[in-house]
């Protein structure tokens, strides 16, 4: 079963950045569409950043203009550049994508998502 590998989260101080990375477990599945959410404790899991086959992106306002979703197709990869971060952007960060495989019924299509990364703000 494949699943979606988040990284690059850590602890880091206000004002500062990170980078996250996602990839599928398996190689022979590629990304279609895919969508970066974060779940803070006690709070809904929130859609923060999501980037469609064709590189069109879309952003929540709680952090337009400081991240950044981008993806390298060549390293099958999804990223999350993050900026100017905040403490109350600390949370847990989960990726989503739309993945495509071949099948011998062709192309199938499935969404999936991985287990998310801790991301701490603080000083």
């Known amino acids: 079963q494949v699943q979606l590998v988040e990284s690059g989260g850590g602890l880091v101080q206000p004002g500062g950045s990170l980078r996250l990375s996602c990839t599928p477990s398996t190689s022979t599945y590629r990304f279609d569409a895919a969508v970066w959410y974060r779940q803070a404790p006690g709070q809904e899991r929130e859609r923060i950043a999501g980037i469609n086959s064709a590189g069109p992106t879309n952003y929540a306002d709680s952090v337009k203009g400081r991240f950044t979703i981008s993806r390298d197709d060549a390293k099958n990869t999804v990223y999350l550049q993050m900026t100017s971060l905040k403490p109350e952007d600390t949370a847990v960060y989960y990726c989503?994508?739309?993945?495509?495989?071949?099948?011998?019924?062709?192309?199938?299509?499935?969404?999936?998502w991985g287990r998310g990364t801790q991301v701490t703000v603080s000083s």
């Open positions: 989503n994508a739309d993945l495509i495989t071949r099948s011998a019924l062709g192309e199938v299509l499935g969404n999936y």
